[in-house]
């Protein structure tokens, strides 16, 4: 029987084509048509209202580009089998199928210590089982267990298809210019050289691009006061909810999955089924019905949330003087008739980070014309190496207007 093949109209690279039998299975799986439920950017539309994409766009994005980056390297005589082929593109199309509702917003909150990565390779292990086998490769890819490095580090590394495709496609939806990136210029330069993935020496400004237009979408887009201010909103939300929980007053939410993981502290592992049941629009819902509780403080604070009178957020490189955090908590005092006990879910400082470029810890190796390989931090008259390396951080305090 022929296979299937099946074009998908992208907005940002036009036509997407399965023509592999697996990848449409699993497309079609609830695992991961659920992804269309699942936000992209979390709460980035409260400041660009473009910015509501999904998750499955994201993942079909990367699962196109890698298509790309395998066509390129197998040009360049790197040796990659069908089988690789297929795996490299189940992780790449799998590597998101983990997220929760909100994604990073929620992670911790809402599930404890397991990270969208491990219920990713929960998921991938589970649909393996039911496909007899198939994503074998793919796991070995997605976890590092497979003999060719490269292969993992297109799906997660410094330079993987995943952050290639979510610079690209926020900075359209969001309309920030400032991310975009040659994507396919650093594809078209990328090589393997002893099971690694390097870049051609030619493709030195295009990675100092993408590397700049990461940090720029980090505190333009991603960590933006406002997004910051609606996640963390979000965030007491759900705390507000386990406390009262925990002290025996009734708090339903809008469906018995987001019910059961507020409940219980079980692992994730046990309940991939009640997890693959919920998305955004669970706790979304639950959020309009907690406005009506008789909880005063989960009422304010959900009703804020969904009319958009959100947290005030003051970034600064310092930390904030206790003066300046004690009068905004006489502020709230006095506007809501708080107790000391119940002002940390208004007044409350924090510290939001972000690395561009750490040569400790991630790597982009330079493949040179003479054949010798150089670290980007190590290449001469490199942006990078000036100014780019290490963490900024900011702190930030959040209040009630």
């Known amino acids: 029987m022929e296979p299937a ?31 269309r439920n699942i936000s992209q950017m979390a709460f980035a539309n409260f ?34 089998d069908p089988e690789e082929e297929l795996g490299a593109k189940v992780a790449i199309l799998l590597h998101d199928i983990g997220h929760g509702p ?13 990270n969208h990565e491990a219920i990713s390779l ?9 496909m007899n086998g198939q994503l074998d490769t793919a796991i070995r890819i997605f976890t590092n267990k497979h003999p060719k490095p490269f292969l993992h580090q297109l799906v997660s590394g410094q330079l993987d298809v995943d952050r290639m495709d979510y ?32 870049v051609e020496e030619k493709a030195i400004y295009s990675i100092e691009k993408f590397l700049v237009s990461r940090r720029l979408m980090y505190w333009q887009v991603y960590l933006h006061k ?19 929980k925990n002290a025996g007053i009734k708090a339903e939410a809008a ?12 692992g ?31 009422a304010l604070l959900s009703r804020a949330l969904i009319e958009r009178d959100l947290y005030k957020v003051k970034l600064a490189s310092e930390p904030f003087s206790a003066s300046l955090i004690e009068e905004k908590k006489e502020n709230a005092r006095k506007k809501y008739g708080l107790q000391d006990k119940e002002l940390p879910y208004f007044v409350f400082t924090g510290m939001a980070s972000n690395t561009t470029y750490d040569p400790g810890d991630e790597r982009i190796r330079i493949l040179f014309k003479d054949g010798s390989i150089r670290d980007i931090s190590d290449v001469d008259n490199a942006l990078i190496q000036h100014n780019l390396s290490g963490a900024v951080q900011k702190h930030y305090i959040c209040f009630t207007r």
């Not at 907005?11 to 991961?32: A, K, M, N, R």
Request: proline share 2%.
């Open 5 to 35: 093949r099946k074009i998908i109209n992208d907005p940002v690279y036009g036509f997407i084509t399965i023509d592999e039998p697996l990848i449409f299975q699993l497309v079609s799986h609830p695992y991961y048509q659920r992804l």
């Open 122 to 130: 929960m998921l991938m292990q589970r649909l393996n089982e039911e």
């Open 226 to 244: 406002t997004v910051l201010g609606a996640e963390m909103m979000l965030v007491n939300i759900i705390r507000r909810v386990r406390e009262l």
């Open 167 to 198: 610079l690209n496609r926020d900075s359209y939806f969001t309309g920030v210019a400032e991310g975009v990136i040659g994507y396919d210029r650093i594809i078209n330069m990328l090589v393997v050289k002893n099971g690694d993935l390097l």
């Open 47 to 80: 400041v660009y209202p473009g910015a509501v994409h999904s998750r499955l766009h994201h993942s079909l994005g990367a699962y196109h580009l890698m298509g790309r980056a395998l066509t390129e390297l197998k040009r360049k005589g790197t040796a990659i």
């Open 102 to 114: 909100f994604s990073h917003a929620l992670e911790k909150e809402l599930i404890g210590d397991v």
């Open 268 to 298: 994730v592992e046990q309940h991939l089924e009640q997890f693959c049941h919920m998305d955004d629009h669970d706790i979304l819902a639950s959020i309009k019905r907690w406005i009506h509780h008789e909880d005063r403080i989960l």
């Open 255 to 266: 469906t018995i999955e987001v019910d059961h993981f507020l409940s219980k502290n079980s």
